[in-house]
């Protein structure tokens, strides 16, 4: 079945290092892929998007490019703070207004 | 932005008890909401797909005697955990896109989730 499979945390960073979380799926179709950031205490944000390949998402300083041939949408951030700190999730969806797949999270933690 | 509230943010019980989690959408209309479990440092599991005016569509190996869900209207469903016990413990989040109003339509709005502990 469709899956979303991301890089196994925690992250743990220096404030201004280089950030990338791998993320990979498997899905029938040509899905809609995600990332969403959970901040500690606070509900799931939309931090970016790609509905199409070679789409790139953008938000924030992160980017991820939907890449159907290696069949992934890894996230990267050029220069991280402390803020950016959360739980990063991969997620994709099959359809538009159906449920989402998740990934299992990545804990980034940055340190000043 | 689009805001999704959940009613209560956290909530203890006894066992045997049930409890109702409350999820509405504040500036725009959704026909379908989704609930999710999110186990400690774990993902989000899809438990169940509700529909205004309709019956939920429950996913495989989800109880829907345990775990009733209304949608009475456009901008509130509601998850009942009926005989909590222990194993219902976790982190119960609602999702849903807009079918009109302000928010955009391609997004999935999340609400901040609520924290079940039964004792």
């Given at each position: 079945?469709?899956?979303?499979?991301?890089?196994?945390?925690?992250?743990?960073?220096?404030?201004?290092?280089?950030?990338?979380?791998?993320?990979?799926?498997?899905?029938?179709?040509?899905?809609?892929?995600?990332?969403?950031v959970q901040y500690p205490g606070e509900g799931l944000q939309l931090l970016l998007k790609a509905t199409k390949a070679d789409d790139k998402g953008s938000n924030k300083g992160f980017e991820a490019t939907y890449r159907k041939e290696t069949t992934s949408f890894h996230l990267e951030k050029g220069?991280?703070?402390v803020s950016d700190s959360a739980v990063y999730?991969?997620?994709?969806?099959?359809?538009a207004g159906t449920a989402l797949i998740f990934g299992k999270g990545t804990t980034l933690s940055v340190s000043s | 932005g689009a805001v999704v509230s959940q009613h209560p943010s956290w909530?203890?019980?006894?066992?045997?008890?049930?409890?109702?989690?409350?999820?509405?959408?504040?500036?725009?209309q959704a026909t379908t909401m989704f609930w999710y479990r999110q186990f400690p440092k774990q993902s989000l599991m899809l438990m169940a797909t509700s529909n205004e005016g309709s019956k939920a569509t429950?996913?495989?190996g989800v109880e829907k005697d345990k775990f009733l869900i209304n949608h009475a209207s456009l901008t509130l469903s509601t998850l009942t955990v009926t005989s909590a016990h222990p194993?219902?413990?976790?982190?119960?989040?609602?999702?849903?896109?807009?079918?009109?109003?302000?928010?955009?339509?391609?997004?999935?709005?999340?609400?901040?989730?609520?924290?079940l502990t039964v004792l």
């Open positions: 079945g469709d899956s979303v499979t991301q890089m196994e945390g925690p992250v743990t960073l220096s404030e201004e290092a280089f950030l990338t979380i791998n993320c990979t799926y498997t899905a029938t179709g040509y899905p809609s892929l995600f990332w969403y220069s991280v703070q999730f991969c997620a994709l969806s099959v359809q | 909530v203890i019980c006894k066992s045997g008890t049930s409890v109702k989690i409350e999820c509405r959408s504040l500036d725009f429950y996913e495989q194993e219902d413990s976790s982190f119960y989040i609602c999702s849903t896109y807009s079918t009109s109003g302000r928010a955009n339509t391609d997004t999935q709005y999340f609400g901040p989730g609520t924290r």
